[in-house]
C-alpha cells in the first residue's frame, strides 16, 4: 500500500505564496494524483488534478490561475504551488492517489490513497 506525506504547510499573510509537497512511499508513477481541501465545518473540497504521466492537469474554478499542480515521478512527489493565497485558502490541504482513474477526477470518491494533511493557514 502506498502511503502518502504533505509537506509545506504553515501560516502565510494574504497575497504570499506556499509550496505543498506530497511525497509517496512507493513509486507513484502508475496513478493519478489529486489534491483536494477542507475547511473547519466543511467537506472536502476539489482543488487540482493532475493525470498518470502529467499529461493533463484539472483545477476547480476558485484557483483562477493562483495555483499549479505538478509532479516528479522520479522522486515519487506531486506538488501544489500556491500564489496570491486569500483567508479563504485557509484549510487542510490534502493530497490524493487514484490507480483506476489515469486522467485524475474532481471527485474524492475517485482515489483509493490519502495523505493526512497539511495546514493551511492565510491571515488577512
Known amino acids: 500500500q502506498v502511503q502518502l506525506v504533505e509537506s509545506g504547510g504553515g501560516l502565510v499573510q494574504a497575497g504570499g505564496s506556499l509550496k505543498l509537497a506530497c511525497v509517496a512511499s512507493r513509486p507513484i508513477s502508475n496513478y493519478a494524483m489529486g489534491w483536494f481541501r477542507q475547511a473547519p465545518g466543511k467537506g472536502r473540497e476539489f482543488v487540482a488534478t493532475i493525470s498518470w504521466r502529467a499529461a493533463t492537469t484539472d483545477y476547480a474554478d476558485f484557483v483562477e490561475g493562483r495555483f499549479t499542480i505538478s509532479r516528479d515521478d522520479s522522486q515519487s512527489a506531486v506538488y501544489l504551488q500556491m500564489n496570491s493565497l486569500e483567508p479563504e485558502d485557509s484549510a487542510v490541504y490534502f493530497c490524493?492517489?487514484?490507480?483506476?482513474?489515469?486522467?485524475?477526477?474532481?471527485?474524492?470518491?475517485?482515489?483509493?490513497?490519502w495523505g493526512q494533511g497539511a495546514q493551511v493557514t492565510v491571515s488577512g
Open positions: 490524493a492517489a487514484s490507480d483506476h482513474s489515469p486522467l485524475g477526477s474532481s471527485q474524492p470518491w475517485a482515489y483509493d490513497i
